[in-house]
């Protein structure tokens, strides 16, 4: 009751915007003298003020100032990613061509904030205000406020080791310890002691801001109290079997019964989020006129940009939105007029196994401290309720208190590449502020010796450097870079980029199953999957011409196209710049084939069915893949998943092990990698072939 009573109290200010009726003539003309463009900035102008952070402006300003490095902590919601960055451009740290940076942990967020900021400024995106993403650059030489993905930030490392072009680095949702946030916190720790000019703001939405502090010498804490409304949690009595099947019914449950107010739905991924938007949809069809409309908008990270604009458009009179998302919504995003959340309890994690090499993600039960994150989003503009589809046992015994840091649970290769590039050696030692496992690293450093990357030594040779330009996967990068002995580069570089943009490249809707799979079965050549996805993009770039009709007729995703060639165009930049150069193997499939980049990942047919050459792992092809029907002796997989099985993905024939000794003689060369097993071997080569499958 209290909880209604509050809603529409908060709800009651906003029924008539022009105040009494005497004032809203007046405030009408007044408006009407305006033109549209003064009014929208005026609008957000009110709103810049209306947010936790604006009343502590002076005071987080001169902290700032007296302060090398300063933590802040702020409610998800408070304005710490949009206004922070714009009170230090107006107090001048961006005077003689300096940079303000602000990293983020996805590059949805990266996208949106700095559209939502150049807006503010009033800035056209990619002038003075500019987002910079892997494979998409939206800046400028006039752009001094700089939104971009962690990663990016790690990789502009290398061409500016001391970031002398930053005046301020802002690392923000510190809490999230993504991989690339933690390689970052040790860099920038060791840049501030000798860069006195330089400013760090660590900002964070929870409470373990401690934690940070101790790390970055005792720095001072700064807090913003945040516009927080009291949120009403409920359990459910029992476990849920089908938290999807819950989800959809908590969702038409609200809305049928719950005053107004937008729902926020937090699910594990992509394809989860699609069903639940098409069985909301196909329900509301059902009921018709029964019930108000109800608008169901997804979010996800390979969502086109103009459909994820749409969770921010407000909610017409009369009707309800509903905000389907994956954890993206958790932190990153603020999305206004969200007055229940439905938290079913789960997200996807990465799981790394070193001794397999396998990386898998895993749908998990998400920490505590995700769990209240969740709930918070519920009580930002008005009091508001949580819905929890897990029992109030399983939130306090079944779940971490917070999320293990992504650096111990996943693949190290391309980080231990990038240190070394940068010519930190001695990786045990470095200040990571959770260390990796010990396995972990020694496996990643071993991947990189067997690429060549890394000389017996461990220090890094020419082509490891070469290998690091590249903003790939290692073993892509030294497929890449291999491409140019065997003469294919024009095809490794397109099959690179069809790899890059994540298994996306087909559509396969429910109702059109069978025409959706005919229609991927004529893009079927000899050699495997890379030469299928090789086949697709000449296609679609010579017969069609980048036709939208033409891919929507072949059940291809347009926008997976259209992101594979801009990948295509930015590795061809940088051939240039590792001087490498780029020649064509038309009709000729054995040189792509032979590529080295991948020799890591083989796996033999043996009569219990594949193995992993390096791990005698028992493997399966996916059952997506063109050779899911044929069983050659050797394949080149492209990643390992784990979802009902170990499935190979994207996998290619490798013709015989002579490829292998071919292509990585200075991995193979002592373990005598044949063919034939009627040759005699001493036994101590006898036990390597072994190894070798």
């Known amino acids: 009751m209290f909880a209604r009573l509050s809603l529409w109290l908060f709800l009651c200010p906003f029924v008539s915007p022009g105040g009494s009726s005497e004032g809203h003539g007046a405030g009408e003309r007044e408006r009407m003298a305006l033109s549209q463009a003064e009014v929208v900035k005026q609008s957000i102008q009110e709103v810049r003020r209306s947010l936790p952070v604006f009343p502590?402006?002076?005071?987080?300003?001169?902290?700032?100032?007296?302060?090398?490095?300063?933590?802040?902590?702020?409610?998800?919601?408070?304005?710490?990613?949009?206004?922070?960055?714009?009170?230090?451009?107006?107090s001048g740290y961006n005077e003689g061509g300096m940079k303000i940076g602000c990293t983020q942990p996805r590059r949805v967020a990266a996208m949106s904030v700095a559209a939502r900021v150049a807006q503010e400024v009033g800035?056209?995106?990619?002038?003075?205000?500019?987002y910079s993403?892997?494979?998409?650059?939206?800046?400028?030489?006039?752009?001094?406020?700089?939104?971009?993905?962690?990663?990016?930030?790690?990789?502009?490392?290398?061409?500016?080791?001391?970031?002398?072009?930053?005046?301020?680095?802002i690392i923000d949702e510190a809490h999230e310890r993504t991989l690339h946030t933690d390689i970052l916190f040790g860099l920038i720790k060791d840049i501030a002691r000798f860069r006195p000019d330089l400013k760090v703001l660590v900002a964070s939405a929870t409470l373990d801001t401690e934690r940070f502090s101790c790390f970055f010498d005792d720095a001072p804490v700064f807090r913003i109290p945040g516009r927080r409304f009291p949120v009403d949690i409920f359990y459910t009595k029992?476990?849920?079997?089908?938290?999807?099947?819950?989800?959809?019914?908590?969702?038409?449950?609200?809305?049928?019964?719950q005053p107004p107010g937008?729902?926020?739905?937090?699910?594990?991924?992509?394809?989860?989020?699609?069903?639940?938007?098409?069985?909301?949809?196909?329900?509301?069809?059902?009921?018709?006129?029964?019930?108000?409309?109800?608008?169901?908008?997804?979010?996800?990270?390979?969502?086109?940009?103009?459909?994820?604009?749409?969770?921010?458009?407000?909610?017409?009179?009369?009707?309800?939105?509903?905000?389907?998302?994956?954890?993206?919504?958790?932190?990153?995003?603020?999305?206004?007029?969200?007055?229940?959340?439905?938290?079913?309890?789960?997200?996807?994690?990465?799981?790394?196994?070193?001794?397999?090499?396998?990386?898998?993600?895993?749908?998990?039960?998400?920490s505590r401290a995700s769990a209240n994150q969740r709930a918070g989003r519920a009580g930002r503009v008005a009091a508001g309720k949580c819905f929890r589809l897990y029992t109030a046992w399983a939130f306090k015994h079944e779940m971490e208190e917070t999320t293990v840091p992504e650096i111990q649970r996943t693949n190290l290769g391309n980080v231990v590449l990038l240190l070394k590039s940068l010519g930190?050696?001695?990786?045990?030692?470095?200040?990571?502020?959770?260390?990796?496992?010990?396995?972990?690293?020694?496996?990643?450093?071993?991947?990189?010796?067997?690429?060549g990357a890394l000389n017996h030594l461990g220090e890094l040779t020419k082509l490891g450097r070469r290998m690091a330009e590249l903003p790939v996967d290692p073993m892509l990068s030294k497929m890449i870079l291999a491409s140019e002995q065997y003469k294919c580069s024009e095809q490794v570089l397109t099959?690179?980029?069809?790899?890059?943009?994540?298994?996306?490249?087909?559509y396969r809707p429910k109702d059109k199953v069978v025409h959706a799979d005919n229609a991927r079965q004529n893009f079927v050549v000899p050699g495997g999957d890379h030469m299928v996805l090789l086949n697709v993009y000449t296609q679609v770039m010579i017969m069609s011409g980048y036709s939208t009709q033409w891919c929507y007729e072949n059940f291809i995703q347009f926008r997976s196209m259209k992101r594979a060639r801009d990948v295509r165009e930015q590795l061809e930049g940088l051939m240039d710049r590792i001087e490498v150069e780029v020649c064509s193997s038309e009709?000729?499939?054995?040189?792509?084939?032979?590529?080295?980049?991948?020799?890591?990942?083989?796996?033999?047919?043996?009569?219990?069915?594949?193995?992993?050459?390096?791990?005698?792992?028992?493997?399966?092809?996916?059952?997506n893949s063109s050779l899911f029907e044929e069983q050659p002796r050797w394949l080149i997989y492209h990643e390992l998943v784990f979802t009902t099985k170990e499935f190979m993905r994207q996998v290619c024939i490798n013709a015989n092990s002579s490829w292998l000794l071919e292509v990585a003689p200075h991995y193979y060369k002592n373990k005598e990698l044949e063919d034939s097993s009627s040759k005699k071997m001493p036994r101590k080569q006898g036990k390597a072939k072994e190894e070798l499958g």
Do not use: W
């Open 424 to 451: 930190i050696n001695d990786l045990i030692h470095f200040d990571f502020m959770d260390p990796p496992p010990h396995e972990t690293l020694v496996l990643a450093l071993e991947q990189l010796y067997a690429l």
């Open 56 to 90: 502590y402006r002076e005071d987080l300003l001169l902290a700032i100032q007296q302060h090398q490095i300063l933590i802040i902590e702020g409610e998800t919601g408070s304005g710490k990613t949009t206004q922070i960055p714009q009170y230090l451009m107006e």
């Open 587 to 623: 009709g000729d499939s054995v040189p792509i084939r032979k590529v080295a980049g991948y020799f890591y990942h083989t796996a033999r047919l043996s009569k219990g069915g594949y193995k992993t050459v390096k791990h005698q792992q028992t493997v399966y092809v996916h059952p």
């Open 133 to 169: 993403i892997r494979f998409e650059d939206c800046t400028s030489e006039r752009t001094v406020l700089k939104y971009m993905t962690d990663g990016m930030l790690l990789r502009e490392f290398l061409t500016e080791p001391d970031l002398a072009s930053y005046s301020v680095v």
């Open 238 to 257: 029992a476990p849920e079997a089908d938290y999807l099947e819950a989800c959809v019914v908590s969702v038409l449950q609200i809305h049928v019964t």
């Open 123 to 130: 800035v056209k995106l990619g002038n003075e205000v500019g």
């Open 262 to 366: 937008d729902c926020l739905v937090f699910l594990t991924g992509q394809e989860e989020i699609e069903t639940c938007c098409e069985l909301l949809q196909e329900r509301c069809r059902r009921l018709g006129s029964k019930i108000s409309e109800l608008l169901v908008l997804p979010i996800y990270a390979n969502l086109p940009s103009d459909m994820q604009a749409k969770i921010f458009s407000p909610t017409p009179p009369g009707s309800r939105k509903v905000v389907v998302a994956t954890n993206i919504a958790e932190t990153s995003l603020t999305i206004d007029g969200i007055i229940y959340v439905i938290d079913p309890g789960f997200c996807k994690q990465k799981s790394y196994n070193a001794r397999t090499g396998m990386e898998s993600l895993i749908v998990t039960p998400c």
């Open 495 to 506: 099959i690179a980029a069809m790899l890059s943009v994540n298994n996306s490249i087909f």
